[in-house]
């Protein structure tokens, strides 16, 4: 897809969403019409007006260029859906152990292939997670809903 | 005020003290160089620690903290452009390029000294000139603040100078997202989608997270390291810091500690703003954002000049600058310091104590950064095959501690995907996640004004404030516009005489 595609869609998108914005400011209570609301209607205008104003540059711009959003498919796309995967893990099973999935197998499917070098940074990360996170800090790390 | 120097500076180098100074700023640095770890939750998280030490000694350490981690936030935004605090975004748009280029030493070199310069000053202003400025932000009303958003907002034209209405829509959508949750006036919910956890709105920091760190980690996938060839430490060490940043330091150093002066101005806009005043006024503005010393400096000393500036209203009124200051706060009161006259008279041997111990630990960390300066380059030598899932999994860690939230791991995800592509359109997500972080500012500033004056615009030009922050925001305006104005014109030129 072209970058001015890419454009005019980001762009509408934003036309359309400053329309639903100043739309929406009519259910609000009375006592915001005066406050918040304005503020909503201003953002809205602002957003609308100069969304339109980059369509009507763009529109006499003339770049063809594409958008490159990956260099490498195969990587780019395995490492979203991991994130994806890692974050319902997360939810379930809390972080230790899903990190202890995610690391290993995220280093693997990325490309590398020292096992040394997997499993001690797994481990070092984990550990040093473990004591200066949770044991020095004590920041709450989540438990998941099996072990929560 | 009868204030015992002596004693003060015999409190200061006791060597509990001088330890509380050395670890508060050592961990500063760690906590600042991982990503998703800011300085306030750091402070935060120190708080209870402090509960058994003496107030100067628990001040001393969440002092340390803070001006380690406005530093140690430069060292992955450099090395791995993956800001280790917010207030280190600005600096990573010209130290990764400059990393990339084989000149992280260099980069950390530039951004230690200007840490130190502008930390040193800020603390200096704070000692000498405290109340005396601390009175000008209280003269700041609704209106004012209003117009102190739309001035942090004007800077991203500057960031995005070739597609200046772009970045000014993202910023506005950046504005956009911070309306969704409670309605300050009313109280009602608005735009959260029967999410719970969207109730108090949707948090800055996921948003970042997502937008600078795994957006990053996902245009790495490409790529096996971020410096594919090899850095040789000894030529690093032998790179002497650039001429002619003196400039560049001072106006990061001044603009740094009157906007961390203004109450609910942060570090993060303090860096953004400088970097703006630099690029303003530099003679290779066409270099920035494409690893120019000047942009790192000016970021830099802006950033560590905000930490004097927000504890200026912080000390003598009870206002904290920003969010750091207001972890700081929770210091104080649970040593039973009420900011205020008491501080700088009951209290003047803990509160000066404190002060001057943030001389040191400024000295601390540029001695350290001095020193490991050079081998933090060696990260960016890691495979991206490892150092992807690891920054991830502290991108996870991040997102979730600041509100012990499995939805905001979830946020910053999405806000990674929408960064990507905004990113790749020429939108700016730097200019997103400011509009997220002054969109409460701006809200609240513009609907109190409104309420005020019944309705009446007026009100945002009746101050003689008003007006200055007027001509200021003006100034961040007209230059990219005219540029912009320029460059068509010259095309068309071009075409006519091409034809």
Not at chain 2, 244 to 252: A, W
Not at chain 2, 475 to 483: C, E, Q, T
Request: one cysteine or more.
């Amino acid at each position: 897809m072209t970058k001015k595609i890419f454009d005019y869609i980001i762009l509408v998108f934003c036309v359309v969403l400053a329309v639903l914005l100043h739309r929406s400011t009519a259910s609000y209570p009375e006592i915001c019409q005066n406050s918040t609301a304005s503020y909503v209607r201003f953002l809205a205008l602002c957003l609308a007006i100069l969304s339109m104003v980059q369509i009507g540059i763009n529109y006499k711009k003339n770049d063809n260029s594409s958008v490159e959003i990956y260099k490498d498919k195969k990587r780019f796309f395995t490492l979203v859906i991991l994130l994806v995967v890692y974050a319902l893990l997360i939810s379930y099973f809390g972080f230790m152990l899903s990190t202890a999935l995610f690391l290993p197998l995220t280093m693997v499917l990325m490309g590398h292939r020292r096992k040394i070098t997997i499993i001690l940074s797994s481990a070092g990360l984990i550990l040093f997670i473990q004591v200066l996170f949770v044991s020095v800090l004590q920041v709450p790390l989540p438990d998941g809903i099996i072990f929560g | 005020m009868n204030i015992d120097i002596f004693s003060i500076l015999m409190t200061l180098f006791s060597f509990h003290n001088l330890l509380a100074v050395f670890v508060g700023t050592l961990a500063g640095i760690v906590i600042g160089g991982i990503p998703g770890l800011t300085a306030t939750m750091g402070v935060a998280l120190l708080i209870p620690v402090t509960f058994s030490l003496s107030p100067e000694t628990g001040l001393i350490l969440m002092g340390g903290v803070y001006c380690g981690a406005m530093y140690g936030g430069s060292i992955p935004a450099i090395l791995l452009y993956t800001p280790g605090t917010p207030a280190a975004a600005a600096t990573a748009l010209d130290g990764y390029p400059l990393s990339r280029q084989g000149h992280g030493g260099l980069a950390l070199k530039v951004s230690v000294v200007s840490s130190f310069i502008g930390g040193i000053f800020s603390a200096f202003l704070l000692l000498v000139v405290a109340q005396p400025l601390a009175v000008v932000s209280l003269k700041f009303g609704p209106p004012e603040y209003f117009l102190l958003a739309i001035m942090g907002l004007a800077g991203i034209v500057s960031l995005a100078e070739d597609d200046v209405i772009k970045g000014l829509v993202s910023g506005i959508i950046g504005l956009v997202i911070a309306v969704i949750g409670t309605d300050i006036i009313s109280g009602q919910l608005r735009y959260t989608m029967g999410f719970h956890d969207l109730y108090e709105g949707v948090s800055f920091m996921p948003a970042l997270i997502g937008m600078f760190s795994i957006t990053q980690m996902l245009e790495l996938t490409g790529f096996d390291k971020i410096v594919t060839e090899k850095v040789d430490i000894k030529s690093i060490k032998r790179e002497k810091m650039p001429k002619g940043l003196g400039k560049f330091i001072g106006v990061g150093t001044a603009a740094g500690t009157v906007v961390g002066i203004l109450p609910g101005e942060g570090a993060t806009i303090a860096a953004f703003v400088s970097y703006n005043f630099a690029k303003q006024i530099s003679k290779v503005k066409e270099k920035f954002g494409k690893g120019n010393p000047e942009g790192i400096a000016a970021a830099e000393s802006g950033n560590n000049g905000c930490v004097g500036g927000s504890l200026i209203p912080l000390l003598t009124l009870g206002i904290p600058g920003n969010s750091v200051a207001a972890a700081l706060l929770g210091g104080l009161m649970i040593h039973g310091l009420i900011p205020g006259h008491e501080l700088f008279t009951y209290h003047a041997d803990i509160t000066y104590t404190f002060m001057l111990s943030l001389f040191l630990a400024n000295i601390t960390f540029l001695a350290i950064g001095t020193y490991f300066a050079p081998y933090f380059s060696k990260i960016s030598l890691t495979p991206n095959a490892v150092l992807i899932p690891a920054v991830c999994m502290f991108a996870v860690v991040g997102a979730y501690s600041m509100n012990n939230s499995v939805f905001d791991i979830w946020l910053m995800l999405i806000f990674a995907l929408l960064g990507l592509i905004l990113n790749k359109t020429g939108f700016s997500t730097s200019a997103v996640v400011l509009g997220l972080i002054l969109g409460p500012i701006a809200e609240n500033g513009f609907a109190q004004a409104l309420t005020i004056s019944d309705g009446s615009g007026a009100i945002f030009f009746e101050s003689p404030i008003a007006w200055i922050l007027w001509a200021l925001i003006l100034s961040l305006l007209a230059p990219p516009f005219v540029n912009m104005y320029k460059k068509a014109k010259l095309k068309k030129a071009e075409a006519v005489s091409g034809s």
